[in-house]
């Protein structure tokens, strides 16, 4: 049985650093995601690292702020957001996938397994 249980939100100033976690369990994946969806919006990716290769995958609006890193002996997901801004506040959500998509990693369908989502709220 797959598990995806994040955790890590909360609420910070504008500028400040959140570090979220998801600890997945049952099975290894070829993609391990970072997605958010703020209110009225749609679910958009925000970063994706792949054991296939290596590769790690950033939205242009993640891209110098945020770093995602997976351990490997804890199958454990890790997505660390420095100097952040309202605009990120969303619900994040973990996600996995059985393959890797390179360049298509941020579209949400290509995903199996999702975990239940963690609020975090920029704001002064």
């Known amino acids: 049985q797959v598990q995806l249980v994040e955790s890590g939100g909360g609420v910070v100033q504008p500028g400040g650093s959140l570090r979220l976690s998801c600890a997945v369990s049952?099975?290894?994946?070829?993609?391990y995601a970072w997605f958010r969806q703020a209110p009225g919006k749609e679910r958009e990716g925000v970063s994706c690292?792949?054991?296939?290769?290596?590769?790690?995958y950033y939205a242009d609006s993640a891209k110098g702020r945020f770093t995602i890193s997976r351990d490997n002996a804890t199958n454990t997901v890790t997505l660390q957001m420095n100097s952040l801004k309202p605009e990120d506040t969303a619900v994040y959500y973990c996600?996995?996938?059985?393959?890797?998509?390179?360049?298509?990693?941020?579209?949400?369908?290509?995903?199996?397994?999702w975990g239940q989502g963690t609020q975090v709220t920029v704001a002064s």
């Open positions: 996600a996995t996938a059985w393959n890797s998509y390179g360049s298509h990693w941020s579209s949400a369908p290509l995903y199996n397994y």
């Open positions: 049952g099975f290894t994946f070829l993609s």
């Open positions: 690292i792949s054991t296939y290769d290596g590769r790690t």
